[in-house]
């Protein structure tokens, strides 16, 4: 009796061992399993392709008026943008390699870091991006206006925020930057223009609404600037309640022009008798000026010579494409043609008595030598947008646009008729339930890096950030498209 219990006893330890050491490799195969799951997955993100370069674009992380935010050079496209609080990001990608680098901190804003401010994302200081002649990049960002802490300003009133310049420490490396201090601090809406003989022009507004548009040069690199001068001047109305401000866009025509289109903002006092709803953003009329940087005259479409500052008045009489009456305007973009004939976009949309205006559209303006032709071009849908022009008749118009309500847009429309008709040629991007926000032209771009856009989401103040041109989006692994996204709040304590 005693030894069959023992058998049995033996058994069954033996029975518990084997299923010990069954569950014991059970247990290692699952963990193995696990390992291989993991590893798997890993291999399968690294694999996985994401059609944006970065989610950590912040806000309105683009914007045609600050520009340009991307430049073509040596077979690389650099760009920038606003990513977490506010501050400056560079990426760039080798066309040849394929290869992403970035995105880096380019600089540290004084903006986005105030979790107690009434308007949450300023979105005036994103970054402009320009390579010199011996290969730094720079960029302009940060600023809109200035505060009284910073003292008088000499051409306009303040706001916020702080204009810097940050500069790669390396040529053609955007891995580290330095800032400096030689530019005026109460600048937004950064535009540079490289000149063919090096000379580069930082344009900006010194201040917030009621200030002067103003050019610094620099002939030696962005090393030191020359003092800010005014192009358009910023004044006191007499019969109304309102001061003259204005909204150009600059850019670099042929030879030694710089071109610029620009509409006409009424800065009515917050309390006036003219209109009850106060301080609004209308803007009026479209303008389209040259700056002859050899001899440094200013001049119209009709050669000439403007004096400088530009007013209101001078405006009205030389410079005027059309007047838009009661209807608003939101930036304007010029190009020019091989003969010196520019053409303009801006939108424009009906004052429906609110503080803003209704739907805007495109309207595109050509000078052919004599007059202003205002094109048809009833085909374009309704959408913000850069525009290029290879000849008088040859057009082509960069746009975002919401297709059916829900479907956002980016595409190219061409015109063979000066603009009179546009087609729909390229859709770069399309994806529902989003809308965008883009970049103008990249400077010399690349065909296949065109422009940059940034995708509104839902419920999220980040934006994916793309890189498109002919061949749509360009990709890049998954796994390095995530980056950190502080809040604000964090960011303080
Ligand atoms: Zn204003």
Known sequence: MFRYAFIITKIRMTISKKVYIIINCFFLITIGCKSITKISQNVTLKAQKADYFADNGFGNAVAIVQHPSGVFHNGITY???????EDPYVASYNHTTKEWKGPFKAGISQMGKDPNRKKKIDNHGKPALLIDDEGYIHIAFGGHGGTHEDGENPLGNHHYGKNLHAVSKKPLD???WETLDNISLFGTYSQFVKMDNGDIYLFYRHGAHRSDWVYQKSVDNGVSFNKPVSFLKHKRRTEIEAEDSWYPWVSKGNGDDIIVAFDYHICRDNKNAQDARGHIPERHNVYYMVFDTKTGDWKNVKDERLKMPLTKEMADEKTLIT???????FQGVTDVDPKG??????????DIGEKRSGPKRLQHFRWNGQAWIKSKNSDLPRGNGDLEVKSAKEVSIYLESDTNGDVGEISRWDSFN????????????????????????????????RIIVGEKEEGSDYRKMYLLGDSGPIKRNKNKTIFEKPTINKFNN
């Open 79 to 85: 760009v920038c943008y606003q990513g977490p609080l």
């Open 174 to 176: 955007i891995s580290s």
């Open 323 to 329: 007047s838009t009456d009661l209807d608003w305007t």
């Open 341 to 350: 004939n520019p053409q303009v976009i801006m939108l424009v949309g009906p």
């Open 418 to 449: 000066g603009g009179e008709s546009f087609n729909k040629r390229t859709v770069f991007l399309r994806r529902k339930n989003s809308s965008f926000v883009i970049s103008s032209l990249i400077d010399n771009p690349h065909p296949d890096a």
